[in-house]
């Protein structure tokens, strides 16, 4: 092998890294201690933050990327990848989390956004990003704009499945609606959901959005994370649920197996049981305008 | 009777490899239907196969999911070839140093896992393999590598971090994602190496 053949940073890689993290859990956590208990449930990864959203929503005022002090040591605690989230359009932010040796970076509205035009040009690193979506239109501006993976929205923090469900739903349905047009309506198409004419009509004739498409925001209970899987996500994102239940290393693992049999519901059943409270959680509906996190980023 | 190829479709890149072999069994089929790759949810399934993939994903993760589907014993007494790619190359060994992943002894090895460092770290390179006539374009996301091999093991290419794809009788492993890259040669090598 030649060194200088090496190549680093592609969309092959980029893109590839999130194939790994199919039929998997990705689990938010604020501590080490934490790390190791999703790594040991059986989480494929898990989110770095100063807290989680449940908590974010409580303290309030500006959300910003965590502490690196607290990312790294998250990073020393598991073997497993370690993602972050920065703030929309916070360049400098994603930057800094790249520096730090994180393994993908969460473009997310749960943090405060920086930029209220421009998402960051996530082509420009090294390390692949994942950005929340709620239809099919701003899944493909995220991918066109350099994302490797695409999650819904959903309303994190809130441990409400509902919106969760709308946008995996939208996206699908999108997806569905695209069977059969010409590659005419297919430009007509994407020029209504403001998406890029090349990346419509490679959904087209693949069937699904190009790059892995979780689902996050809401999910608080394994029946909800199977809910999301039998709905066509690739894998399941879970913030709150887990640490803001009575039983995280339970809850956890449950979620973890509910994913792995997520259309066989004597399994799901079981791994139910006994699990003591999932997190109270938030009826959406209640929410003022400035509280509801997925309006942020088109 | 066609070769009956399974996906362990626990977690991890399934539908690429399912896909790949799907592609390089229909090449290689003369007429008629080409057999089909099933993917592999339950234990039961295991002991009926030729032939098993465990694809790449993450290794912690795969070997509690082996575990908890009751797999660890049908997988280690397999008597099939195995196609390990990533994380399936480091359940496959005899050791990987690492308490979190109990590894399965299918090959005398021992493994690093994330030899080569975190993501930004993972790259593509051109790699001569034993067997195929060109380079291969390899794919190393957050990749192992083997340290130590046994001596049935032949080692098919290596790199300065260490051995990165081997053969040990029926089974092959790679640190790196042959279903990523488009290129079947690694799967035909494979199959020709279990007869088909």
């Known amino acids: ?298 | 009777m066609g070769v009956r190829v399974g996906v362990l479709s626990l977690q991890g890149d399934v539908g690429e490899h399912v896909l790949a072999f799907e592609r390089a069994l229909a090449a290689s089929s003369t007429g008629g239907r080409s057999p089909s790759v099933v993917p592999v949810r339950h234990a039961e399934q295991i002991p009926d196969l030729d032939a098993l993939a465990i694809p790449g994903g993450e290794s912690t993760t795969l070997s509690r999911l082996i575990e908890r589907n009751g797999m660890y014993r049908p997988l280690a007494e397999f008597d099939g070839g195995v196609f390990a790619t990533c994380a399936g190359m480091v359940l496959v060994a005899t050791g990987a140093g690492d308490p979190r992943v109990r590894t399965l002894g299918l090959v005398e090895m021992r493994v690093e896992r994330n030899a080569f460092g975190r993501q930004a770290e993972s790259h593509e390179a051109c790699l001569d393999v034993a067997g195929l006539a060109e380079p291969f374009r390899a794919v190393f996301i957050r990749a192992p590598v083997a340290l130590d091999i046994g001596p049935g093991v032949e080692v098919l290419a290596r790199v300065p971090r260490g051995i990165v794809a081997v053969r040990e009788g029926r089974h092959m492993a790679f640190a790196f994602h042959p279903e990523l890259a488009g290129d079947l040669r690694l799967h035909r090598l494979f199959l020709e190496n279990l007869g088909v």
């Open chain 1, 1 to 298: 092998m030649k060194l200088e053949e090496l190549r680093f940073g592609t969309e092959l890689l980029k893109r590839g890294f999130a194939s790994m993290q199919k039929g998997g859990v990705i689990m938010d956590v604020v501590n080490a201690e934490q790390a190791r208990i999703a790594e040991e449930a059986g989480a494929v990864a898990v989110m770095a933050l100063e807290r989680v959203p449940a908590d974010i929503r409580k303290v309030g005022g500006v959300a910003r990327m965590a502490d690196p002090e607290r990312i790294v040591e998250i990073i020393d605690a598991v073997s497993i990848p370690v993602m972050a989230k920065c703030r929309i359009g916070h360049f400098v932010e994603a930057q800094v989390l790249e520096a730090l040796g994180v393994d993908m970076i969460d473009e997310s509205e749960v943090l405060t956004p920086a930029d209220e035009q421009f998402h960051v040009d996530k082509t420009l690193f090294k390390v692949p990003f994942v950005c929340g979506a709620r239809d099919l239109g701003e899944a493909l501006r995220r991918i066109d704009e350099g994302a490797a993976m695409i999650r819904t929205k959903g309303e994190a923090g809130t441990g409400n499945v509902v919106e969760a469900v709308r946008h995996m739903r939208a996206i699908m349905g999108g997806i569905r609606a695209l069977k059969g047009l010409s590659t005419q309506e297919l430009i007509d198409r994407a020029r209504e959901i403001g998406a890029p004419a090349e990346l419509v009509v490679e959904c087209a004739r693949l069937g699904r959005l190009p790059v892995v498409n979780f689902s996050a925001g809401g999910i608080a209970t394994p029946a909800d994370a199977a809910l999301m899987m039998q709905l066509g996500a690739d894998g399941v994102f879970v913030g709150s649920g887990i640490f803001k239940s009575a039983n995280p290393a339970g809850m956890a693992r449950a979620i973890v197996e509910a994913v792995n049999h997520y259309d066989e519901p004597q399994f799901i059943a079981g791994v139910s049981r006994g699990l003591g409270e999932a997190m109270k959680g938030i009826d959406v509906h209640t929410l003022r305008e400035e509280e509801v996190l997925q309006y942020r980023g088109r």
